[in-house]
């Protein structure tokens, strides 16, 4: 892409912070000209919170730092000055001076950070839009933005950086997926004093190597995971204080030859750690042993239905051993070696009936899992499973729910094949309420193997299952946005 979107030259009265200079014009020309350069440029980094309930926006008690935007802010030159504001539990101050507002967009936030980016605009100040949703949706995002960046920040953010200080940002940056910020550790003293849980965010990779229908991870990163130097995470996690880390990453287990080389560095460290993998890990013994060898307390598991037929249609091929026995075997082996299951789940498959949620809900408690998800299928835009659903016209909200003034958070999205919209979203909100009661709780935390395993174990058990269970609560029919 070679367009720019100029701004206009600065006024006389805007000068002072701008110095003349011959650049290269456009994109990399040999022809010179006479360019303002920003010398004293400012860059404000925004993470939109979801939405508000009633008349107040939603306080994320469980919120963690969002690792991102300390990898922007690494990613930008020492001589940029960085202001980052988090939306989830603070005020954005719209009236302070900025030349460039970066605003991180996930699909469920994406509203929020439309109307975050109208009041910059509003001001005068451009904005730049990037992450999972600018990057599915770039003409959508290029509506609501000065300029939108398409791909991994490590490629071009450089490139932007140059731009915004000549007042000539490109509408669009296209960028490919890579290895996460080589040589570069996060800047986290962006963080501080914002409350986040006291848990280092880390990652090995992005992506992850299966392909199901619903995961838009899978269209992002194209079916591929790209992973760091270990002896990088090392360095990181050796020059934090902390030593309760979570691997983001989309599925730490992509590659079990490479998440073993990780584990075995890992294991000098002594710290403790959660990730999301996929649970085919069950099948590799030394993986296990030196996972949990390494530090592991748990991970965040994709089960996402107890029905083969739906898992077969989703095309989850770590959940389907060669005689599927209702994860019987997987979750001996779990318990075995001591792994806390925060399981996954996802309602509203073609198979899915109000009665077999109801089921699902009791598996999961049976199975004393630490934590579950419950969430209503999300059709997220360009996946497979959205294609299909607008190819057979079951789509709700035009289409677009992620901006619908209609939509609520935890509604479905979608016409069910098995029951109605509204029989789907009062399922999932049972589900989550059952999961959570106080005496699913205690039965969950009677567990010798898992959450009783150790005392840190059981108070970290204790610690957060309340509070996921006040989550369930502040969230659902929560309107995405915040305008009134």
Not at 28 to 49: A, D, R, S
Not at 157 to 163: L, P
Request: charged share 25%; proline share 6%; aromatic share 10%.
């Amino acid at each position: 892409m070679t367009d720019v979107k100029p701004h206009p030259s600065p006024s006389p009265k805007e000068r002072g912070n701008y110095v003349l200079s011959p650049c290269r014009g456009g994109t990399g020309g040999g022809v010179l000209e006479n360019t303002y350069v920003l010398m004293n440029m400012k860059l404000t980094l925004i993470k939109p919170n979801i939405g508000r309930k009633g008349h107040s926006l939603y306080v994320d008690e469980g919120r963690m730092e969002p690792l991102q935007l300390g990898v922007i802010a690494a990613l930008t030159p020492p001589d940029v000055e960085i202001a980052f504001y988090d939306d989830r539990m603070e005020a954005i101050p719209y009236d302070e001076a900025t030349d460039l507002a970066a605003i991180t967009v996930e699909t469920f936030t994406a509203r929020r950070a439309y109307e975050i980016g109208a009041e910059f605009r509003r001001r005068g100040v451009p904005v730049i839009l990037g992450g999972m949703h600018p990057t599915l949706l770039p003409e959508e995002a290029a509506q609501h933005a000065d300029s939108v960046y398409v791909g991994d920040a490590e490629a071009l953010w450089h490139q932007v950086i140059a731009d915004a200080k000549q007042r000539k940002l490109r509408p669009l940056y296209q960028a490919t997926a890579g290895t996460p910020h080589p040589g570069v550790l996060p800047r986290r003293d962006i963080f501080r004093g914002k409350g986040y849980l006291p848990i280092l965010l880390t990652q090995f990779g992005r992506g992850c190597r299966f392909d199901c229908n619903f995961c838009a991870t899978s269209v992002y990163f194209n079916k591929t995971q790209f992973r760091r130097d270990v002896r990088e995470v090392v360095r990181e996690i050796e020059a934090q204080e902390r030593r309760v880390i979570f691997f983001v990453d989309d599925n730490l287990l992509s590659d079990f030859d490479a998440a073993k080389a990780l584990f075995r560095a890992l294991i000098p460290l002594n710290a403790r750690w959660v990730s999301q993998a996929s649970l085919d890990m069950t099948q590799d013994r030394e993986l296990m042993r030196l996972m949990m060898q390494s530090g592991c307390l748990g991970h965040v598991i994709g089960f996402e239905s107890i029905m083969p037929d739906n898992l077969q249609t989703m095309r989850k091929r770590p959940n389907l051993a060669a005689h599927f026995d209702g994860y019987k075997a997987q979750l001996e082996i779990l318990r075995d070696y001591g792994v806390q299951v925060w399981a996954a789940f996802t309602l509203g498959h073609d198979g899915d009936t109000v009665e077999s949620i109801e089921r699902t809900v009791e598996f999961a408690i049976e199975s004393k899992f630490a934590f579950a998800a419950f969430n209503v299928l999300t059709p997220y835009p360009n996946t497979p499973f959205y294609r299909q659903l607008q190819a057979e016209g079951r789509l709700l909200y035009d289409g677009k729910w992620w901006t619908h003034p209609d939509f609520r958070f935890n509604h479905a999205a979608f016409v069910p094949k098995r029951m109605t919209p509204e029989e789907l979203t009062d399922a999932g909100f049972r589900a989550r309420t059952r999961f959570n009661s106080p005496l699913s709780i205690v039965k969950r935390a009677c567990d010798l193997k898992t959450n009783m395993r150790s005392l840190f174990r059981l108070l970290t058990f204790l610690r957060y299952a309340p509070l996921f269970r006040k989550e369930v609560y502040k969230k659902h029919d929560m309107q995405l946005g915040a305008e009134c």
